[in-house]
């Protein structure tokens, strides 16, 4: 799709990008849940609020909602503003991942457990693209990345260096790192690019 015919994001009716922020916060956490339930590995970010939740005895929902909090801290050096999609995200993905969590079987033989990682990460990367393209305000982890981007860092290497660190710190604590970790690292870059063609973003 040509630049010219990509409608810009503050042009989109505010209904739309309401539908497009929620619906995105709420398949993000769908996400989550079915990968902790496929018990085959979790994204980087899930594997330390797993760890964190196996060390507390609080849900993995509840870890995601205080990380988020927490780590919005970081924005304040950074010199990072959110906003109504910020604030969102901090609250509804850990709600609606304690709700998957809860709703959804125990996968108990690896084909359904794949079949949640596969579901899991595309859920993921397309709850990606609806939430970037509400334009609503950045969430609190991507936050940390784009403020250590202004001060001088690639995005690759920003990213790399958060990802790994919550890796190793969730592992540690006894998050789940397994084939289904890799496939997500592999994966949901690309995935996300494919749903970019659905919902181009500007």
Known sequence: MSEATVTPIGSLPLPLR???LYGGL?????????QVESGLGNGPWDVFHQGVA???GLSIGTVI???GAVVMLAWIPLRQRPGLGTISNVIFVGLFADAAILLLPSSGNPVLGWLYVALGVSSIALATVLYISAGMG?????????GLVR????????????????????WLLGGTVGL??????????????????????R
Do not use: C, K, N
Request: zero cysteines.
């Open 18 to 20: 309401l539908l497009r």
């Open 26 to 34: 709420a398949l993000y956490g769908t996400g989550i849940g079915l």
């Open 54 to 56: 196996r060390w507390t």
């Open 65 to 67: 909602i205080i990380v």
């Open 138 to 146: 950045a969430g609190p982890r991507d936050g940390v990345m784009t």
């Open 151 to 170: 001060l001088g860092l690639s995005v690759r290497l920003s990213r790399f260096l958060i990802e790994i660190t919550v890796l190793a710190a969730g």
């Open 180 to 201: 289904g970790t890799l496939l997500f690292a592999l994966a949901v870059g690309p995935l996300t690019q494919v749903f970019t063609r659905w919902f181009p973003l």
